[in-house]
């Protein structure tokens, strides 16, 4: 299994401005996601972060407002860019092994990042 | 395009009593199934999960699914909840014909438990 930590956990940001988030895994993954959870709702992909590459972004997601970073196969980052107050939501950050591993197929998520846009 | 579609947005049951939800999807080729939970405050967690060979698989907590191909289901069991098992339940599909297939989630499940 893999471990992931977010940075930051939680953060209040003004309108306009920009905040981008840190995702490590602490083994070597093939594959991390960027999720994004509105307050009572479930779980939508905003962009699959490809190492070495540009993400591949979900519909409804673009790079100008969401880009993201994967240069090595352990970290990611993803910037919620010129922020309004409906970008407030928990943004997740997941990863999937190697495929070597018989867990391969699983999909690890880290602890989230609470974002509040005022 | 895919979908996974639960049955159940909130369901509220007293201790003791049993669990059983639903969980559709729309996708016609192999699927990787799975139903993770996030207990208040948490991050998600992997609950249980289908690939392969046995239909009915055994998770954490006691928790146990089905895998009905012919349904498209994978319904989600318990005989007997605890007040532990408050929590926001999802269903998750990964269409299993390409290695970088992503998981599309559910809508969710709220259980709360009266003690």
């Known amino acids: 299994s893999a471990v992931i930590s977010q940075k930051p956990s939680r953060d209040i940001c003004q309108r306009g401005t920009s905040l981008t988030i840190q995702c490590q895994v602490d083994?070597?993954?093939?594959?991390m996601f960027w999720y994004r959870q509105q307050p009572g709702q479930s779980l939508t992909l905003i962009a699959t972060a490809n190492q070495g590459s540009e993400a591949t972004y979900e519909s409804g997601f673009v790079i100008d407002k969401f880009p993201i970073s994967r240069p090595n196969l352990t970290f990611s980052t993803l910037t919620v860019s010129n922020m309004s107050p409906e970008d407030s939501s928990i943004y997740l950050c997941?990863?999937?092994?190697?495929?070597?591993?018989?867990?391969?197929?699983?999909?690890?998520f880290g602890p989230g990042t609470r974002l509040t846009v005022l | 395009a895919q979908s996974v579609s639960q049955h159940n947005h909130h369901v509220i049951l007293s201790e003791a009593a049993s669990l059983e939800w639903g969980c559709n999807y729309s996708y016609g080729g192999t699927v990787n199934l799975f139903w993770y939970v996030q207990y208040p405050g948490q991050h998600l967690q992997l609950l249980l999960k289908y690939f392969s060979g046995d239909p009915l698989v055994k998770g954490i907590k006691g928790f146990e699914a089905e895998f009905i191909k012919s349904k498209f289901s994978f319904n989600l069991r318990k005989p007997s909840v605890q007040w532990s098992d408050t929590a926001e339940y999802f269903c998750?599909?990964?269409?299993?014909?390409?290695?970088?297939?992503?998981?599309?989630f559910g809508s969710g499940t709220r259980l709360s438990i009266r003690p």
């Open positions: 997941s990863a999937r092994g190697t495929p070597r591993e018989s867990s391969y197929n699983e999909q690890f």
């Open positions: 083994s070597q993954v093939t594959m």
């Open positions: 998750a599909v990964n269409p299993g014909y390409s290695s970088a297939s992503k998981i599309i």
